[in-house]
């Protein structure tokens, strides 16, 4: 078991200082969440009159779910790396070597982490400057962490899978244009749940995205329900923990290919 | 860390079959295949692509696992006891292993870690194999900045660092120009004689196994077709191997009628256009063969005599030319350097 942990540091370092040298990545990925972020803002500034949002601010209303949506967007490239390590001889090495599928897993899922964590705190300093007023103060911004990095995890963890599974980089397109936009418009992240049609708020019930974005305003209100913050993020823990012993499986398929 | 060292050879491989399914076709990579390599030795296994080279070194590297048969390294069962293979063995595949974004040193420090070292000795023993490929300075600049020849050098210096008792190399000089390729036989040499590796090479260029491996396995769909010694093998081929190209491939059938029918000609096989036989005095026999054709109204356009060489020794026991059993193993027929002495 520390082995497993000392690969999984000794892994995750090597990740992050390839992140360090190309930080060009992270602000990529931020852009399309930061226009939305903007845009929606702007364009459905007025959404806040109807009933169902409280008549609080708009970009308070969006700016956590436009995070945890960035994270999960983000996420959603994470097997790139495994792509890349295995068109290269990397994940070869790594798997000769007394390096474990799950440090190999872990490390992926730790970076990315990281790197959501980062992108977390731009997108929600981005809301505020624009206008955006959270009363939840540090605990509130924690939460949002949080949760974004637990469903970021998810979303990695499914990508990772993929990326053993298929080998090719175009599945991950797969990822982003049949699951994320979709899961991000069943969400409560855009709209609020008293305006859905009734279908969609059962879904969005469902959907981890939504977990992650009411954990996150709930926890920025003036007075949050903190069993409701922590039932959803407990629910996106076991989901996060179960995608990455599924996608560690994963490697299974892939020795049995090679 | 190297673990304990079991006595016996070094990698012994028996019975090995593999076959991979695609969505409507079986494929059998390998069809039954048995060696072994002694520690201290290089051991070429030569093939074309597509023989079962790669399948082989992937099983006994654990990265895949054989249908049947049994395959040990440096004393492991490599379907039972992966985790100790995996420490004993160094392992440089086709495709470059390190991390480009990351300087030399870096990369050989990992390397040296997930095995258990710690940060200094890691340090120290990277510093030791940078200085000794020639690679010192520049061991601070990114991986991706160095040129191919100095890549391949770190790739083989990564499996190093943890000093393995047994180094696959697949294929190290594929891509290189000549001079990086001969530096790169001189360190392979080394590794063997020097360090007491045991180092089971593959590659698709002759030369390379005849300079470099102390003995020879050759495959060819999927099996072993002869295995020996370089010399022992191209002396088991008595006399010159003489080689006529004809003008007009389609006359190649009444050729062959024609030398078959020629009592020193032996061993005579066709090869699209060339027809190629064994002889005992190849000049005397070349000009009887060239006669022999001129006399049947037969047109030549290249005609050769050679001493044996593996490529002789490949066509022997494989029924074709190593360059053609090449072409045909690539989509396309892309015909590879040809190396053949």
Redesign the interface.
């Known amino acids: 078991m520390t082995t497993a942990l000392v690969h999984t540091r000794l892994l995750t370092e090597r990740s992050l200082r390839t992140l360090a040298r190309q930080p060009a990545y992270l602000a990529f990925t931020l852009i399309q969440p930061l226009v939305w972020l903007l845009l929606f803002g702007q364009l459905f500034r007025n959404v806040v009159e109807l009933p169902g949002f409280g008549g609080e601010n708009y970009l308070t209303y969006l700016t956590p779910g436009i995070a945890v949506m960035t994270a999960m967007f983000s996420a959603g490239w994470a097997g790139t790396g495994f792509i890349v390590a295995m068109d290269r001889g990397v994940m070869d090495r790594d798997l000769t070597s007394p390096v474990g599928r799950g440090a190999l897993m872990a490390s992926s899922l730790a970076s990315q982490s990281v790197t959501i964590a980062i992108q977390t705190v731009i997108v929600m300093a981005v809301g505020v400057v624009a206008g955006a007023r959270f009363d939840g103060g540090a605990l509130g911004w924690t939460v949002v962490i949080v949760a974004a990095v637990l469903l970021g995890c998810v979303f990695a963890a499914l990508s990772n899978a993929v990326a053993l599974l298929v080998r090719q980089q175009e599945a991950l397109i797969g990822i982003s244009q049949f699951l994320t936009l979709p899961l991000t418009f069943l969400s409560s992240v855009m709209l609020a749940p008293a305006l859905m049609p009734e279908w969609v708020a059962t879904v969005a019930r469902l959907n981890p995205v939504d977990w992650a974005a009411v954990a996150s305003r709930e926890a920025l209100s003036a007075s949050p329900d903190w069993s409701m913050v922590g039932g959803r993020l407990g629910l996106l823990l076991v989901l996060a923990v179960l995608m990455a012993a599924l996608a560690t499986r994963a490697f299974r398929a892939y020795q049995r290919s090679t | 860390m190297s673990s304990t060292t079991r006595s016996g050879p070094a990698i012994s491989v028996a019975g090995l079959t593999k076959t991979?399914r695609a969505r409507d076709r079986e494929v059998r990579a390998l069809d039954g295949v048995d060696f072994s390599v002694e520690p201290g030795t290089v051991l070429g296994l030569l093939g074309p692509n597509g023989a079962g080279k790669s399948t082989t070194v992937?099983i006994l590297?654990?990265?895949?696992?054989a249908d049947s048969g049994t395959a040990t390294v440096a004393g492991y069962d490599v379907a039972r006891e992966a985790?100790d293979v995996?420490?004993a063995?160094g392992?440089?595949?086709?495709?470059?292993?390190?991390?480009p974004?990351?300087t030399g040193v870096?990369n050989l420090v990992?390397?040296g870690?997930?095995?258990?070292m710690s940060a200094r000795t890691a340090r120290e023993r990277a510093g030791e194999l940078l200085e000794r490929f020639g690679l010192a300075d520049s061991g601070r600049r990114?991986a991706r900045t160095w040129s191919g020849g100095m890549q391949r050098k770190l790739?083989v210096a990564?499996?190093l660092m943890h000093r393995p008792q047994v180094l696959f190399l697949d294929e190290p000089t594929t891509g290189l120009d000549p001079e990086a390729r001969a530096d790169m036989w001189a360190e392979i040499a080394h590794l063997a004689a020097d360090d007491g590796l045991a180092v089971l090479l593959t590659t698709h260029y002759l030369e390379e196994a005849d300079h470099l491996a102390q003995r020879l396995v050759i495959v060819d769909h999927g099996r072993v077709v002869v295995s020996g010694t370089p010399d022992a093998l191209k002396r088991g081929l008595s006399g010159d191997a003489i080689a006529v190209e004809l003008a007009d491939c389609s006359e190649v059938e009444r050729a062959s009628g024609v030398l078959s029918g020629l009592a020193r000609v032996r061993e005579l096989t066709r090869d699209l256009d060339t027809l190629r036989a064994r002889v005992d005095d190849g000049g005397a026999a070349l000009l009887e063969v060239m006669a022999a054709l001129d006399a049947a109204d037969l047109r030549l356009s290249a005609a050769t005599v050679s001493r044996p060489s593996l490529d002789d020794v490949y066509l022997r026991y494989a029924g074709r030319t190593f360059a053609s059993a090449e072409a045909a193993s690539v989509p396309g027929g892309r015909a590879r350097e040809e190396v053949a002495a």
């Open positions: 991979y992937k590297t654990t990265l895949s696992s985790r995996r420490h063995i392992y440089v595949s086709q495709k470059p292993g390190f991390d974004i990351g870096e990992l390397a870690r997930v095995y258990g990114l790739d990564m499996s």
